[in-house]
Nanobody
Framework: VQLQASGGGLVQAGGSLRLSCAAS????????MAWFRQALGKEREFVGG????????YYADSVKGRFTISRDNAKNMVYLRMNSLKPEDTAVYFCAASRIGSRIGIGQREYNNWGQGTQVTVSS
């Protein structure tokens, strides 16, 4: 499955953004979908993930309560709604897919497919 992330941009602290991840090539049914991010000079880190059905989600502590992941399997889309953004949320955000749809892994190696990333910049 090919992934294309979009929706990034420049926003002031406290603002909101919604990222989108469009999948193509095959259905995302059966895949766990996740978002990761990588700030300049830092390692890529897990942001949150969603199982393929049931709407079960899991988030990193740093974004819990502020970010929400959702998916539309019929449209082959995954979303990341980001509220109350902070300067430390500045990073390139990547969507990823794992064939193991029954669990949400937090390690990069658990994901088979990656999008190209979209830049999110939060100004103070």
């Amino acid at each position: 499955v090919q992934l294309q992330a979009s929706g990034g941009g420049l926003v002031q602290a406290g603002g909101s953004l919604r990222l989108s991840c469009a999948a193509s090539g095959r259905t995302i049914v059966g895949y766990t979908m996740a978002w990761f991010r990588q700030a300049l000079g830092k390692e890529r880190e897990f942001v949150g993930g969603i199982k393929w059905r049931g709407g079960f989600t899991y988030y990193a502590d740093s974004v819990k309560g502020r970010f929400t992941i959702s998916r539309d399997n019929a449209k082959n889309m995954v979303y990341l709604r980001m509220n109350s953004l902070k300067p430390e949320d500045t990073a390139v955000y990547f969507c990823a897919a794992s064939r193991i749809g029954s669990r949400i892994g937090i390690g990069q190696r658990e994901y088979n497919n990656w999008g190209q990333g979209t830049q999110v910049t939060v100004s103070s």
